[in-house]
């Protein structure tokens, strides 16, 4: 995958069928999807690939606990069946997570296991393991670190995990493959419309070379996500709201806070709220917060009030007491929620469940869904565009396409950090083999290589140190400091493999470490 290949696609194309803006979950998904079935494809992302929402998630392929307790079965049903198909298609970087209740009153247990026995069921044959009750003393043993003062029971079920950006990459790669011409840094600045008010095509902007260039298409589909709103000024007459940012949060800890493969989930929280401690490469992800905001950016801060509800929660349910002092990172991101009919709904109340709204200008927009669903989401997109006269009717392939690395789990060594490249594992290997220079780590702490950096500037598209070190190595997401501490050697590979300068590497790195900051609690921010 290359950029200067796609940019000659992009040129050498002057209808497509299916034009697609925004290259998070729910447009890759799309691009995948409608390439598949074989229509003539773009996707074009104004920044990186899951830049925004889809790199900052917590981490979970789910059927979703919270929205059964809520009676939303039909939502659960579908999610759990998209976590089979994902952990079947994305193997290499959808695994099998037990999570363990902690019960601190004697009816706890009875009552999640009942509920999550239920939300076995509805997984049917796709069922990723059951649900049971134990004892105080195995609760102890799966989380040697839980708080045991009070502790009665727990138990225990079973989700999936993953790598949300490493998989966004990987769908940019199966839509390459599937003749999808995919473009980061690419904006769509403008709409075309013909006479009648139809959109017929859009303006780009190469961000890159500030070149112009307008395309046409038969479909065109706004899938930004907490940007929607913008795309929609383009399109509208009279301004609406369509999607309402909620912003979560994670706080990330070393693994000595939680010593286990097992993941902690608090069902109830001081304010109601899901909490989870996950771990994930080889680190502890603790969050997740739900705060409605006025305004969206690229790079979301995390409130003081947020982190100090995941700090305060972790440190009830965690006999070692998490600090200030001892986050890591601390990574915030924005669910698009589907704007409610009626204002002064709360976030708990906004549905999570993906609507498909089609303007009367022509233009498809998705708002709302989330990671796991992101199949079914893409389905449904082409589907309507398909009812809507717009493309010639073909069936959907994706619920057994496989992903770009997919590979069997029985051949997958995860103790390997590299495990998340799946049938690229090689690749990389045979890379520093050749460059010998290249088996170098990036930082001392850390396993990940140089020749890592330079595959996913050759092979996936990065084009900055924060594509690098946010997406398609997660140094940033892991361990902020460390991040920073290795920017410039990233900037200087960069430079070479891309033809830039001295000049460019340090605006490079001075931006890059601005964005960094945005990663540390306020304290440890230097001016």
Same mark, same amino acid.
């Given at each position: 995958?290359?950029?200067?290949? /796609?940019?000659?696609?992009?040129?050498?194309?002057?209808?497509?069928?299916?034009?697609?803006?925004?290259?998070?979950?729910?447009?890759?998904?799309?691009?995948?999807?409608?390439?598949?079935?074989?229509?003539?494809?773009?996707?074009?992302?104004?920044?990186?690939?899951?830049?925004?929402?889809?790199?900052?998630?917590?981490?979970?392929?789910?059927?979703?606990?919270?929205?059964?307790?809520?009676?939303?079965?039909?939502?659960?049903?579908?999610?759990?069946?998209?976590?089979?198909?994902?952990?079947?298609?994305?193997?290499?970087?959808?695994?099998?997570?037990?999570?363990?209740?902690?019960?601190?009153?004697?009816?706890?247990?009875?009552?999640?296991?009942?509920?999550?026995?239920?939300?076995?069921?509805?997984?049917?044959?796709?069922?990723?393991?059951?649900?049971?009750?134990?004892?105080?003393?195995?609760?102890?043993?799966?989380?040697?670190?839980?708080?045991?003062?009070?502790?009665?029971?727990?138990?225990?079920?079973?989700?999936?995990?993953?790598?949300?950006?490493?998989?966004?990459?990987?769908?940019?790669?199966?839509?390459?493959?599937?003749?999808?011409?995919?473009?980061?840094?690419?904006?769509?600045?403008?709409?075309?419309?013909?006479?009648?008010?139809?959109?017929?095509?859009?303006?780009?902007?190469?961000?890159?070379?500030?070149?112009?260039?307008?395309?046409?298409?038969?479909?065109?589909?706004?899938?930004?996500?907490?940007?929607?709103?913008?795309?929609?000024?383009?399109?509208?007459?009279?301004?609406?709201?369509?999607?309402?940012?909620?912003?979560?949060?994670?706080?990330?800890?070393?693994?000595?806070?939680?010593?286990?493969?097992?993941?902690?989930?608090?069902?109830?929280?001081?304010?109601?709220?899901?909490?989870?401690?996950?771990?994930?490469?080889?680190?502890?992800?603790?969050?997740?917060?739900?705060?409605?905001?006025?305004?969206?950016?690229?790079?979301?801060?995390?409130?003081?009030?947020?982190?100090?509800?995941?700090?305060?929660?972790?440190?009830?349910?965690?006999?070692?007491?998490?600090?200030?002092?001892?986050?890591?990172?601390?990574?915030?991101?924005?669910?698009?929620?589907?704007?409610?009919?009626?204002?002064?709904?709360?976030?708990?109340?906004?549905?999570?469940?993906?609507?498909?709204?089609?303007?009367?200008?022509?233009?498809?927009?998705?708002?709302?869904?989330?990671?796991?669903?992101?199949?079914?989401?893409?389905?449904?997109?082409?589907?309507?565009?398909?009812?809507?006269?717009?493309?010639?009717?073909?069936?959907?392939?994706?619920?057994?396409?496989?992903?770009?690395?997919?590979?069997?789990?029985?051949?997958?060594?995860?103790?390997?950090?590299?495990?998340?490249?799946?049938?690229?594992?090689?690749?990389?290997?045979?890379?520093?083999? /050749?460059?010998?220079?290249?088996?170098?780590?990036?930082?001392?702490?850390?396993?990940?290589?140089?020749?890592?950096?330079?595959?996913?500037?050759?092979?996936?598209?990065?084009?900055?140190?924060?594509?690098?070190?946010?997406?398609?190595?997660?140094?940033?997401?892991?361990?902020?400091?460390?991040?920073?501490?290795?920017?410039?050697?990233?900037?200087?590979?960069?430079?070479?493999?891309?033809?830039?300068?001295?000049?460019?590497?340090?605006?490079?790195?001075?931006?890059?470490?601005?964005?960094?900051?945005?990663?540390?609690?306020?304290?440890?921010?230097?001016?």
């Amino acid at each position: 995958m290359k950029r200067h290949e /796609q940019v000659s696609k992009l040129n050498e194309t002057d209808e497509w069928d299916v034009i697609i803006i925004g290259g998070g979950a729910s447009g890759l998904g799309t691009a995948v999807d409608a390439a598949s079935r074989g229509y003539k494809t773009i996707i074009v992302e104004a920044v990186d690939f899951a830049k925004g929402t889809t790199s900052r998630s917590t981490k979970l392929v789910h059927g979703g606990v919270r929205y059964l307790e809520q009676g939303d079965v039909s939502l659960v049903k579908e999610a759990l069946k998209e976590r089979g198909l994902m952990a079947q298609n994305a193997a290499h970087v959808v695994k099998n997570q037990t999570f363990v209740i902690p019960n601190y009153n004697w009816w706890g247990g009875y009552f999640y296991t009942i509920g999550l026995t239920i939300y076995d069921l509805l997984a049917g044959r796709l069922s990723l393991g059951r649900s049971k009750y134990i004892s105080k003393k195995k609760t102890i043993e799966l989380l040697p670190t839980v708080e045991q003062k009070g502790l009665v029971s727990g138990v225990i079920y079973h989700d999936g995990q993953f790598d949300d950006s490493r998989l966004a990459i990987n769908l940019a790669q199966t839509a390459v493959e599937n003749g999808a011409c995919v473009l980061n840094y690419t904006k769509v600045i403008n709409l075309l419309k013909d006479d009648n008010n139809h959109v017929i095509g859009v303006q780009l902007e190469d961000r890159e070379t500030a070149e112009r260039k307008e395309i046409k298409g038969k479909v065109i589909i706004n899938a930004t996500g907490v940007f929607t709103n913008s795309i929609m000024k383009m399109n509208d007459k009279v301004y609406k709201k369509y999607i309402v940012p909620s912003q979560g949060i994670h706080l990330v800890f070393d693994k000595s806070f939680l010593p286990s493969d097992s993941a902690l989930m608090v069902p109830k929280t001081s304010d109601g709220r899901v909490l989870f401690a996950v771990p994930w490469h080889d680190k502890v992800i603790v969050g997740t917060t739900d705060t409605l905001i006025k305004s969206h950016s690229l790079e979301p801060i995390a409130l003081e009030s947020e982190i100090e509800f995941v700090l305060e929660t972790a440190q009830r349910f965690l006999a070692k007491k998490p600090t200030r002092a001892d986050v890591l990172s601390v990574f915030a991101g924005l669910r698009p929620l589907a704007a409610p009919e009626k204002e002064g709904k709360s976030t708990k109340e906004v549905s999570r469940s993906h609507k498909i709204i089609v303007s009367e200008t022509g233009l498809i927009t998705i708002t709302g869904g989330k990671w796991t669903t992101y199949r079914k989401i893409a389905e449904d997109i082409i589907d309507k565009a398909i009812s809507e006269k717009k493309l010639p009717k073909k069936e959907c392939k994706t619920e057994h396409l496989s992903i770009h690395g997919n590979k069997k789990t029985t051949t997958l060594d995860r103790e390997n950090h590299l495990y998340v490249y799946g049938s690229d594992i090689q690749n990389i290997i045979d890379l520093q083999n /050749q460059q010998p220079a290249l088996k170098q780590k990036l930082h001392p702490n850390y396993d990940y290589t140089l020749a890592e950096v330079v595959w996913g500037i050759r092979y996936e598209m990065a084009r900055t140190i924060d594509d690098v070190l946010s997406r398609r190595v997660r140094l940033l997401f892991l361990d902020a400091r460390a991040a920073i501490a290795v920017s410039e050697k990233v900037a200087q590979l960069l430079a070479k493999e891309l033809g830039h300068d001295e000049d460019w590497i340090k605006t490079q790195t001075e931006e890059f470490k601005t964005i960094a900051s945005g990663f540390l609690l306020p304290e440890f921010r230097s001016n």
